[in-house]
């Protein structure tokens, strides 16, 4: 990455901001999306968004990679041994050419629990459907996550969302790269992978691949991106045109370690807003320019879910979540936040954090 794309608080001073002034609280944030100045919104999401659905994660202590065992894959012996070596393996694509089923027999739970809508969009993804349904200033929402939450927000059309990494709601072919319908799939996962933890009674006792009906190849997945495997060619058509007019970037929930969706930081104009929404602060190996000399970053620091709901009530669009709770379509720490802050609860409400300028 270029050196001179981390232009210095003194190089940008002559540059003209859409925004009058650097925001200090929530409220300056939701005035400045509410003005005019503030027409191209693009958002940058990571894993925070989508933990209070409680959706199984895969490098914590008591994730995926920590808790699998090997000798209950369907894999011959070698194979075993380069997953025991390292779990990433069994996700690998040269292994799912390979050998199809380790990485669907791992999957399963998340496959079907994801057809089944076992877990629920999120108070943060309900704001980026708002974003756009009420003032259709989102040009993209580009999402680490492969949980395919975002498409449970049916106000929220398709092409506003590139999935980086790809997503688990849909099925694809890893040879062919034709797209497989989903419900077919789902089926053919519960009737031919086998369940590793055991309390799928009705999973059968072997798994058989899935066969694509397009070319012939054992080789249906989930539509999400292999290690060892390229990112979809909408992340790269997009993007160069999608931050040229950008007036706000808003990185939410995500450490800003993994390339390229990162690069959205410093591809933006350097007069772009750039708001952060996350427990701790990140972005300095990107530029971002924390402290008080700060021209164009500010960090709202806390869980994502509290912080988005504070500054929706800023925008005024708490009224536009409250159907939500009737149809119970958040998961439940989403339903107790909003709940608390619309005064359907007698509990204490949760803090946000608190609140910097970067």
Not at 66 to 83: F, G, Q, S, Y
Request: charged content about 25%; aromatic content about 6%; some cysteine.
């Amino acid at each position: 990455i270029p050196v001179d794309l981390f232009a210095s608080d003194s190089e940008e001073e002559d540059l003209e901001y859409p925004f009058d002034n650097l925001p200090t609280s929530l409220e300056d944030v939701a005035n400045f999306i509410l003005s005019e100045k503030c027409r191209n919104i693009v958002i940058l999401a990571g894993a925070g968004m989508s933990v209070p659905a409680g959706i199984p994660d895969f490098r914590s202590a008591d994730g995926l990679y920590a808790t699998m065992n090997p000798d209950l894959l369907t894999a011959n012996p070698v194979e075993r041994e380069a997953i025991r070596m390292d779990p990433t393996v069994a996700l690998e694509q040269g292994m799912f050419l390979q050998n199809p089923l380790p990485c669907l027999e791992l999957n399963r739970e998340f496959i079907l629990g994801t057809h089944t809508q076992r877990w629920k969009a999120t108070l943060a993804h309900r704001f980026v459907e708002l974003l756009h349904a009420k003032m259709g200033k989102l040009v993209r929402l580009y999402t680490q996550n492969i949980d395919g939450l975002e498409d449970q927000c049916t106000e929220l059309p398709r092409d506003k969302v590139i999935a980086v990494h790809g997503s688990m709601d849909r099925a694809e072919c890893a040879m062919c790269r034709e797209e497989s319908d989903f419900d077919d799939f789902c089926a053919k996962v519960r009737q031919q992978i086998k369940d590793l933890s055991g309390k799928d009674e009705t999973a059968p006792r072997e798994s058989t691949p899935i066969e694509c009906q397009s070319c012939g190849y054992n080789a249906i997945k989930p539509a999400i991106v292999l290690f060892r495997s390229s990112l979809p060619a909408a992340f790269f058509e997009k993007v160069p045109r999608d931050v040229l007019e950008v007036d706000l970037l808003i990185i939410i929930g995500t450490s800003l370690r993994v390339a390229p969706a990162n690069s959205l930081v410093w591809r933006v104009p350097k007069t772009a807003m750039r708001l952060l929404v996350n427990r701790e602060p990140v972005g300095w190996h990107l530029g971002v320019s924390y402290g008080p000399d700060a021209t164009r970053d500010y960090f709202a620091q806390g869980d994502c879910d509290s912080v988005l709901l504070n500054l929706m009530s800023h925008l005024g669009w708490l009224n536009d979540l409250e159907p939500l709770l009737e149809e119970k379509k958040l998961p439940e720490t989403s339903t107790a936040l909003l709940r608390q802050k619309l005064g359907k609860d007698s509990e204490p409400q949760e803090t946000d954090g608190t609140e910097a300028a970067l």
